[in-house]
């Protein structure tokens, strides 16, 4: 039984990044039965995975595999004790990841990773990689998370993304990996590079049929402004980009678009917050009226969620247009005078229901008109 780090932990490493590293270790030489008589918790329903329960990393036992249907669950594979490690980075998805470590620090490369990394090259192991459609996201991802080191991607490794895209696997994808890896990739400052890449390779329309037009606004338009917000909200901001180059609210179809994405919610309530906000913005024209900023107010749920309108307020002013900067500070300005203007008994004696809240709208419509004069 022979234990090997293997992948991300090294690549992130060997390129400088600081750690911590999430270490996946690879076990050659072993079985199930033995794995689970050292104390390891079988995690993997498909595959031999194994978590230690001290360290919670994950342990897999080497393995190769062949492709036997469509999508990312169509594979057998063979994990004997005889397979090596050899065999099971072969099955790895680029170069710069089928890099191993023995437990007395050696590293192991038998597809010149080492090299890609110093050349800055994101290379398929072998013909294999057109067999799992995830990895066209996956390089995508990388070309997002790795930007900063200036990597591109081999010519050979773009020849077989594309006969993945032409052979129509993606759409086997299983939607909540399509996620995974969007979310990771929305966690990088080059986000947009991902959409990029997917949109170099045709696949934005399988992957992402709803973000149809995005390519238009990669093209034309810069997203690096919004580099350093939260992922919601970079997700939010590519809506809002796709949603000036179409012809129907992408606001109105936030349902349906989470349904397919399966985005969590606090990813559709910054999108909604900022899609609704950008529309009530950009259709007031010179001074901005009492009753749109209590529009903007209200559908950011202000009251309840102080700190989420200030993110959406933020956000807007990221945009490189002074006026609307203007615009941003008189809303928060308006919103800092009327949240204190609550309900009191004596003030709304004798109302009730929708009268109340008529009410309370009326005067905080009126002090914010008091603060615009």
Request: proline share 3%; hydrophobic share 40%.
């Amino acid at each position: 039984m022979q234990i090997y780090l293997v992948g991300g932990a090294i690549r992130d490493r060997l390129l400088g990044l600081p750690a911590p590293f999430e270490q996946d270790w690879v076990v050659v030489g072993s079985s199930p039965e033995e794995m689970e008589s050292k104390g390891f918790v079988k995690v993997g329903k498909s595959f031999p995975v194994y978590i230690d329960p001290k360290t919670s990393e994950e342990y897999a036992l080497a393995r190769t595999e062949s492709k036997s249907g469509h999508g990312y669950h169509g594979f057998d594979f063979d994990a004997g004790p005889e397979i090596t490690l050899e065999e099971d980075l072969l099955r790895r998805d680029l170069t710069i990841n089928a890099i191993a470590e023995d437990e007395m620090g050696n590293l192991l490369d038998p597809y010149n990773g080492i090299a890609d990394l110093e050349n800055r090259v994101l290379r398929h192991v072998s013909v294999a990689f057109r067999d799992d459609p995830l990895r066209v996201l996956r390089v995508a991802r990388f070309m997002s998370k790795l930007n900063s080191f200036g990597f591109s991607i081999a010519d050979e490794t773009k020849e077989l993304i594309s006969e993945i895209v032409n052979s129509g696997e993606l759409d086997y994808l299983v939607p909540e990996r399509v996620w995974l890896e969007t979310e990771k990739a929305l966690h990088t400052e080059s986000f947009d590079l991902y959409f990029k890449t997917l949109c170099d390779f045709n696949a934005i329309n399988d992957i992402y049929p709803d973000l149809n037009g995005i390519d238009q606004v990669i093209a034309n338009s810069s997203l690096t402004a919004y580099k350093n917000v939260s992922p919601e909200l970079k997700l939010a901001s590519l809506f809002c980009a796709v949603d000036t180059v179409r012809d129907e609210n992408v606001v109105d179809h936030l349902d349906e678009i989470q349904n397919r994405i399966k985005f969590p919610n606090s990813y559709k309530s910054f999108a909604k917050s900022a899609l609704r906000t950008t529309k009530i913005l950009n259709e007031s024209r010179g001074n901005i009226s009492a009753d749109d900023i209590y529009e903007i107010i209200q559908a950011t749920d202000a009251f309840r969620n102080p700190e989420d309108f200030m993110l959406i307020m933020e956000f807007h002013k990221l945009a490189d247009d002074g006026d609307l900067k203007v615009k941003i500070r008189m809303i928060v300005d308006a919103f800092d005078s009327c949240k204190e203007i609550g309900y009191d008994k004596k003030s709304f004696e004798g109302l009730e229901g929708d009268a109340i809240k008529e009410k309370l709208d009326a005067l905080r419509i009126e002090k914010i008109n008091s603060i615009l004069k």
